[in-house]
């Protein structure tokens, strides 16, 4: 059989095997130009990462509130349930910069893709202990993914090319928010654990294309000769931005709207007679309005951000007010929740820019920190507020006589 020559391998033990260097550099020529020089994150990189997360979180985000609306079996529970995770992530979400000073970037990233594993894994096991620390672990990773991810934006995205960014991201999901709600709830009932076994499928897919993207630690860390600031200290520093504080409470009030939508409909729908899949359908149905994302951003810039914020906020409000007749016609709670939705989307489309724009280069990692606090702010208020008026409206009903 004929040998390959080796004399043009360097001699000697310690270069034993290795190629000369003008032989080298015509090896390099044949190597893939994505292997030689790993590629800059763009638009499109994150809208692919953000479909993929949202594959997972819409599979589930109907059938959290019904599972441990099961596993509890009063809405009351359900509330303080939320409420109290809603305190554990708020806390946890100011420690991912202190953290991030400590571990790299990417392995924060990766932290979350291991909470959105061991969630859905907790969930089948199923239980009143098991499924409320299932849907936390979930939580937890949602406000790491979150975090991590703004920075990456902040990092590799210019200013100008935000408002396209974010639309490229919802149009992406779009899809898997459309489609998984209703997905998630008919493969819930037609046997339990597969929408939790396809959403850690989706946590593996959103891991292996975030180290294919190879974001690393963001293009402006550096590692820190100061001792690492107390989690809080840097919230002095967003309370004297108005900017920042405005963004910030925008995206409060958007995402309080949300959670009545996302985590109440369903329980209303069961209570009134109605079934468990009217919610699914109705949330699905309003989530297919981002396939319209692109539309809805070039009617924001014919009018201006904040006219257009002040016009969807005023006309989801109007449409909140009309669903609090369902306690006289439920079917009027459904419209009016489904109708406040398609405003709370349009706002979902460039609600966001507001703060994005307004961050300091130097603060990208802890103000994302502070702006993802908003999921969990109104995490806290919106359950902490349901369960006192369950809690009132249990006890009138005690007082009256039979």
Not at 84 to 113: E, Q
Not at 224 to 250: D, E, K, T, V
Not at 253 to 267: A, C
Request: net charge positive.
């Amino acid at each position: 059989m004929r040998q390959t020559p080796v004399g043009n391998l360097r001699d000697g033990p310690a270069g034993a095997g290795l190629p000369e260097p003008g032989e080298a550099l015509m090896i390099g020529r044949y190597i893939p130009e994505f292997l030689r020089h790993a590629p800059v994150p763009g638009v499109r990189g994150f809208a692919v990462l953000a479909g993929l997360e949202a594959s997972l979180r819409g599979l589930l985000v109907s059938v959290w509130p019904l599972v441990i609306y099961d596993a509890l079996g009063d809405a009351g529970a359900v509330s303080l349930l939320y409420f109290i995770a809603g305190l554990i992530a708020l806390g946890y979400g100011l420690m991912v910069p202190w953290i991030s000073r400590f571990i790299p970037r990417r392995w924060v990233y990766s932290l979350g893709i291991g909470f959105y594993l061991a969630g859905p894994g907790l969930a089948i096991i199923g239980g009143p202990l098991a499924t409320p620390a299932a849907m936390l672990l979930t939580g937890l990773g949602t406000v790491t993914i979150f975090i991590t991810t703004n920075a990456y934006i902040m990092d590799y995205i210019a200013r100008h090319e935000l408002g396209r960014s974010e639309t490229l991201r919802l149009f992406y999901s779009a899809v898997s928010w459309a489609i998984g709600p209703v997905a998630g709830v008919a493969m819930w009932k037609l046997w339990a654990p597969l929408p939790f076994l396809l959403a850690m499928v989706a946590a593996a897919g959103l891991g292996a294309v975030f180290w294919f993207l190879r974001l690393g630690n963001g293009r402006l860390i550096t590692r820190a000769r100061a001792p690492a600031p107390n989690p809080l200290a840097y919230l002095g520093r967003f309370f004297r931005q108005p900017m920042l504080i405005a963004g910030w409470l925008f995206a409060v009030l958007r995402s309080s709207g949300w959670w009545v939508y996302v985590v109440y409909l369903p329980i209303f729908c069961v209570e009134a007679g109605l079934g468990d899949q009217i919610a699914s359908l109705a949330f699905s149905v309003s989530n297919a309005l981002l396939l319209a994302a692109p539309v809805m951003l070039r009617w924001m810039q014919r009018r201006g951000l904040r006219r257009a914020m002040r016009q969807a906020f005023a006309a989801a409000a109007a449409a909140f007010l009309l669903a609090g007749l369902g306690a006289v016609w439920p079917a009027m709670a459904i419209a009016g929740l489904f109708l406040g939705a398609i405003f709370l989307v349009m706002l979902d489309s460039f609600g966001g820019l507001p703060f994005l724009m307004a961050v300091r280069p130097s603060e990208r990692t802890e103000m994302s920190a502070v702006y993802s606090s908003y999921r969990d702010v109104s995490g806290i208020l919106t359950p902490g507020v349901a369960w006192l008026v369950l809690l009132g409206a249990r006890r009138s009903r005690s007082d009256q006589p039979a």
